[in-house]
């Protein structure tokens, strides 16, 4: 169990990630590839993937370097996933190749103590063994990160938009009560499963929230108390049918191609809406709103999320991209 502290200063401090973190997701991508739990999840992500794998000859370079790093256990190195991946793929991965040797043999260090760890591990503290490992961590960003970007961000963008909603209705509370069944907010501590039994005290530093895509059951935190308390948390995989609501006005480019109707129901996804908003919006009933926001997801222009009693629509990348060419018009 892992018990996340919290002042009355941190819950003002707590907030939302508005992106993936690539380094990250490449950690836990990486144990998706090392279990069987949650393989229906990822499945058609796990079979290209692996395919990918293997068309470029990586597979030895990933069973021998990147998988020994990341074991399924209770701990991997912190330097692998540095504050600095917030801000994109190269800037993280410029921070993996600064780490201070002393930290790199620590971290291993520890990583022997829980893991099976290969010998050549603490080789890591030298520059060209770790520009090794950054580069295989491009590589394989490449093969299993990137191709996933928009889906990724869309989801993100859906829990970002559902968590807006709940600080509104129900304030910071409202937010740490709602983040899956992993977690449990009991004022002023958040309780949530973990592989070890430990605390953590914000200290007035806040808790920066990153939805995982790749991130299965529970979350996962930095194991170094001195660096700023990040919480990844698993975004819900389960597929949820549902509704969106209508927006206001409509261009008749987007009116001829989707329909009057069903143009208002994704204009009025931009910023999320659930069934009975869509329906409203739009004057339609609630059974015929279902059905077009199930249209224009079966073709990949909004994604549905429950949220309690409600289902929440957003947008998709494809989605907003033909918003935005409609509003600009041709050319």
């Known amino acids: ?39 229906w999840a990822y499945a058609d992500w ?17 069973r021998t370097l990147l998988l020994p790093l990341v074991p399924r256990a209770a701990y991997f190195p912190d330097f692998l996933t540095p504050p600095e991946g917030a801000e994109g793929l190269d800037s993280g991965l410029e921070a993996v190749l600064t780490t201070p040797p002393s930290r790199v043999l ?30 295989a961590m491009r590589a394989y960003h490449d093969m ?6 928009e889906r990724v961000q869309a989801r993100i963008d ?43 005290s914000l200290g007035g530093r806040g808790l920066r929230l990153v939805p995982s895509y790749f991130c299965w059951g ?38 001829v191609l989707l329909g009057r109707t069903r143009s208002t129901v994704l204009r009025a996804a931009a910023t999320g809406a659930t069934t009975g908003e869509i329906a409203r919006t739009a004057g339609i009933s609630a ?15 909004i994604t549905s999320h429950r949220q309690g009693m409600r289902v929440l629509h957003t947008l998709t990348p494809l989605g907003a991209a033909l918003l935005r060419g409609s509003a600009q018009g041709p050319g």
């Open 158 to 200: 859906a829990e970002r938009t559902a968590r807006a909603r709940t600080v509104l209705d129900h304030g910071a509370d409202g937010l740490l009560e709602g983040l899956g069944p992993c977690l449990r907010w009991r004022r002023p501590v958040l309780h949530t499963v973990y592989p070890e039994d430990r605390d953590m």
């Open 218 to 255: 529970n979350p996962v935190a930095f194991a170094d108390a001195s660096l700023d308390p990040v919480l990844m948390y698993a975004l819900c995989h389960e597929p949820h049918p549902g509704p969106l609501p209508g927006g206001t006005g409509s261009d008749a480019p987007l009116t």
């Open 144 to 149: 299993a990160i990137a191709p996933y970007r």
């Open 287 to 301: 059974p015929s709103a279902s059905r077009h926001t199930t249209a224009l997801r079966d073709n990949g222009l």
């Open 46 to 62: 796990h079979r290209a993937t692996r395919a990918r794998i293997q068309d470029t000859h990586f597979t030895r370079t990933l």
């Open 106 to 135: 620590h971290e291993v260090g520890v990583l022997s103590r829980t893991s099976r760890t290969p010998s050549w591990a603490p080789r890591l503290a030298e520059p060209g063994m770790r520009g090794e490992l950054v580069r």
């Open 1 to 39: 169990m892992l018990r996340i502290h919290f002042t009355d200063a941190d819950l003002v401090r707590t907030r939302v990630a508005a992106a993936p973190d690539p380094l990250w997701e490449i950690c836990l991508s990486l144990h998706r590839l090392q279990t069987r739990h949650g393989r």
